[in-house]
């Protein structure tokens, strides 16, 4: 099993949710971080005095799937998640050693 | 059974009759208006509601999200405070007679309000509610200083010198203006506070930023404001409220408060759109902060012409307050690098003097104005409005000194670097604004 880490822009979650499903991931966990990569922050403008903002809003989603599938998710990560922006964002991919269904006490495969 | 009920009828019939007639002798005795008080008891509830909770949101949602709570608390003791210290003394020394000294300040003749039952008079309305309208005044205004030392303040500090400001500064300004001082014998014109609550607090601001300081980080690294809708709710607050603090300054509801109310509105509006434009102009993109501040400035800067000036003169007075104010808080901010955090300098300062000042020239009826005083001159007015400006910039910000150096002998004025950084709302109050 693969755990695949994606950090992409906000608006494009829908998207990668969308294109996930379609390819049957079964769930994800989505969690609302910030950070900067080589875009490092921006100035914003209040009331005529400029700010310098470090981190910029992303959201971080992970998903668990076969092995099998590993490479068809992240390409298609790529794929929803891409709007040829700087900021686009980053997938990452780690060995799963086990995963466990709570309800019932499946394993590994059979608890994605 | 009908006799009981036609005695009944005659008898309510007389009951009646003697109510009708009773409070109208009373009334023609102490010549109390009740359209008069019953204005004035509204508009002190609603400049009240300009501090509580109008000036704290607005100020709050400036602020990181860290220090929210502290903003909150600062502007809320200052309402008790101010009002304890008000009953305590502070009304007579600003409104009462100072027999030989009066031309400087007050006397404690009122102190604890003695002399003064429900009967006593202010004029036509109940000197209750005189002292309460007035009292609102003495809370928003050290109130609105809370924006010079905002994210870095000891709470002690804020408490003391709130509360030495209020006798040492706010009750002579207000007397000299509005308690029979000398500014006032000299024909002053300061219809709802330019001179005594704009100029006051904006020239103390800018001496206790100076003195204490900027907030680690300024000017290059500040965070920005946490919740520019808080502020917007705050400011949206103080507009509403702002009718009662200039229409009510006329101390009766009659065409003086009406039209206060009009100036000051259309004031408001324009300077909104000013600086608006400004932003639009300047920054590539117009902002709910910017704009919402543009209304503040235009309401500052109409306050104390409200009661001299026709609508012309409030267009001018906004763009004038939409233009100046935000030359302003560049200048501060960015030439002068001083930390004045919140502009309250840069807004109600600069806001209270040009409104001040412009009041001399738009009063002519030329100009839609209500007219000079007998035998005033416009050349006459406009040195007199200058006096009582620079008067009251040099003893405001002398005094405001002294107090911040007594503050720091006493009880500190700044806290820790460290508590800084974390937020004065867990490091001062032990509370957090926000669960996440």
């Known amino acids: 099993m693969e755990l695949i880490m994606a950090i992409i822009k906000p608006h494009k979650l829908d998207e990668v949710r969308e294109g996930l499903t379609e390819l049957g991931v079964q769930g994800m966990t989505v969690s609302e971080v910030k950070g900067f990569g080589r875009q490092k922050g921006h100035t914003e403008i209040y009331r005529g005095a400029e700010y310098v903002v470090h981190f910029v809003p992303k959201v971080k989603f992970e998903v668990v799937v076969a092995a099998e599938m590993a490479e068809r998710v992240v390409e298609c990560i790529r794929e929803t998640a891409h709007s040829g922006q700087i900021g686009d964002g980053k997938i990452f991919t780690l060995d799963l050693e086990q995963a466990v269904r709570i309800r019932t006490g499946e394993t590994d495969d059979q608890a994605l | 059974m009908q006799q009981l009920l036609t005695k009944c009828r005659r008898a309510g019939f007389w009951v009646a009759a003697i109510l009708v007639l009773l409070p109208n002798q009373a009334l023609a ?177 800018l001496v206790v930023a100076m003195a204490l300081g900027g907030r680690v980080g300024f000017p290059g690294e500040v965070k920005p404001p946490h919740n520019p809708g808080m502020t917007m709710i ?112 840069a807004v109600h300062g600069i806001g209270g003097m040009t409104g001040t000042m412009l009041t001399a020239i738009l009063v002519l009826p030329v100009l839609g104005g209500m007219g000079l005083a007998e035998g005033m001159t416009v050349g006459q007015a406009l040195g007199v409005q200058l006096l009582g400006i620079a008067a009251t910039v040099v003893w405001a910000g002398a005094a405001s000194w002294v107090l911040v150096k007594i503050c720091t002998a006493l009880v500190g004025l700044r806290v820790e670097r460290e508590d800084e950084i974390e937020g004065l709302d867990i490091t001062s109050h032990g509370e957090r604004g926000y669960e996440i």
Not at chain 2, 67 to 90: D, E, F, K, R, T
């Open chain 2, 234 to 345: 705050g400011a949206a607050m103080l507009w509403v409220g702002w009718f009662g603090f200039n229409a009510g300054s006329a101390l009766a509801a009659d065409q003086s408060a009406g039209m206060a109310m009009l100036v000051t509105h259309i004031s408001a509006a324009t300077a909104s759109l000013v600086w608006m434009v400004m932003e639009w102009v300047r920054f590539g993109k117009p902002s709910l902060i910017g704009t919402v501040t543009g209304t503040i400035a235009g309401l500052a800067t109409i306050t104390p012409a409200s009661g001299f000036v026709g609508p012309f003169g409030a267009l001018v007075i906004g763009v004038a307050a939409g233009l100046l104010c935000f030359a302003a808080v560049q200048a501060v901010k960015q030439k002068f690098e001083i930390d004045d955090s919140l502009d309250v300098f």
């Open chain 2, 29 to 205: 005795a102490s010549a109390i208006d009740s359209g008069d008080t019953a204005w004035l008891i509204t508009a002190t509830a609603l400049v009240l509601f300009m501090t509580l909770p109008g000036l704290a949101l607005f100020y709050g949602g400036l602020v990181r999200t860290q220090n929210v709570l502290s903003v909150l608390m600062h502007c809320y003791v200052i309402a008790c405070l101010a009002s304890v210290l008000w009953y305590a003394g502070v009304y007579s020394l600003a409104f009462s007679d100072g027999g030989s000294a009066n031309a400087w300040i007050g006397g404690l003749g009122k102190a604890f309000l003695a002399g003064v039952g429900s009967d006593a008079a202010s004029g036509s309305i109940p000197e209750s509610v005189f002292f309460m309208f007035q009292m609102t005044f003495a809370i928003i205004t050290p109130a609105l200083i809370v924006g010079a030392y905002v994210e870095r303040i000891k709470f002690g500090a804020v408490m003391l010198f709130s509360a030495l400001w209020l006798i040492v500064v706010y009750a002579p300004v207000t007397h000299w203006v509005w308690g029979g001082g000398w500014l006032a014998e000299m024909g002053v014109m300061d219809f709802a506070g330019g001179i005594v609550v704009h100029t006051t607090a904006g020239v103390s601001a």
